[in-house]
């Protein structure tokens, strides 16, 4: 199965889903690929913010190789579940959306944890909170295994 977390940025709350997210695919045995990408091309190419690098250190994570990116339409191609961060990554990732088969790709990612509540994980890049976000991040992504891992 292809992941593809989504933010705005594409180097605060994406980049930590990927390496949560691949974490957990990796040690439940799973062969998952996990990607991430950004609506905003703002920060094509740079690393993920060092706020997101330090508390993934501090959480036993290293994602210090990743390279920010803007989605594509042709992720609709290669991922098969699309995990959006926030309403506004949402309402940009649809709008590229070609058919209904790319749209069921398309998930808010705190729905894993509160089901129906579309909440979204606070952008954290002018607020800061990095270790908040990266619980809620954790904790949902537990959950997007225990609903994928059952279908493999
Ligand atoms: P992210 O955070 O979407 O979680 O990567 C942001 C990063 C950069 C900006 C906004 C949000 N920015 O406006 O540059």
Redesign the pocket.
């Known amino acids: 199965m292809n992941v593809l977390a989504v ?9 930590l889903a990927e390496g949560i997210l691949a974490a957990k695919a990796k040690e439940a045995d799973l062969d998952w690929y996990v990607d991430s990408a ?1 609506t ?1 091309g ?2 094509d190419g740079e690393k993920a ?1 060092r706020r997101s690098i330090e508390i993934a250190k501090e959480r036993g994570l290293d994602i210090d190789d990743q390279r ?1 990116r803007k989605f594509v339409v042709a992720d609709f191609d290669q991922f098969d579940l699309i995990l959006v ?1 926030d309403s506004s ?1 949402y309402q940009n990732v649809m709008k590229l959306a070609r058919n209904d088969d790319d749209r069921e790709k398309v998930e808010i990612l705190l729905n894993y944890s509160f089901p129906g509540e579309n909440r979204a ?1 606070p ?4 607020e800061g909170g990095f270790g908040g976000v990266y619980d809620l991040i954790d904790a949902a992504c537990d959950q997007v295994l225990e609903v994928y891992r059952l279908e493999q």
Do not use: A, F, K, T
């Open positions: 933010c705005l940025g594409n180097i605060c709350r994406s980049p950004g905003s703002y920060h913010d920010s961060m990554n994980v952008d954290p890049y002018y």
